[in-house]
């Protein structure tokens, strides 16, 4: 029953850009902070980039500093993942996650259906 949609993913060459975008309910987009996520074939699901619900402060793995942006817009109540300079590396299904900001998956407890991301070299 996942209650986020995640939306934007696709195929794309190294180098190039892609937005992802999760569509959240109203009273879990109010109430929670959001992250994104990404797993890859056979390994974990690993953090990605994540977003105070208070503050609006983001943090990013080292891995997408300065080629990925999270941002949200709250009329919309929805969250972004805007990725630039995308490498081969970046290829995983991304997922949204509702919960409470941190690196640790377990801390969320609302998830999306995910989004297949390929980069090709």
């Known amino acids: 029953q996942a209650q986020l949609v995640e939306s934007g993913g696709g195929l794309v060459q190294a180098g190039g850009s892609l937005r992802l975008s999760c569509a959240v309910p109203?009273?879990?987009?109010?109430?929670?902070?959001l992250g994104w996520f990404r797993q890859g074939p056979g390994k974990e699901r690993e953090f990605v980039s994540a977003?105070?619900?208070?503050?609006?402060?983001?943090v990013y793995r080292d891995s997408v500093k300065g080629r990925f942006t999270i941002s949200r817009d709250n009329a919309k109540s929805t969250v972004y993942l805007q990725m630039t300079s995308l490498k081969p590396e970046d290829t995983a299904v991304y997922y949204c996650?509702?919960?409470?900001?941190?690196?640790?998956?377990?801390?969320?407890?609302?998830w999306g259906q995910g989004t297949q991301v390929t980069v090709s070299a």
């Open positions: 996650g509702a919960g409470s900001t941190s690196f640790n998956p377990k801390a969320y407890n609302f």
């Open positions: 109203r009273h879990t987009f109010s109430r929670y902070d």
């Open positions: 977003i105070s619900r208070t503050t609006g402060n983001a």
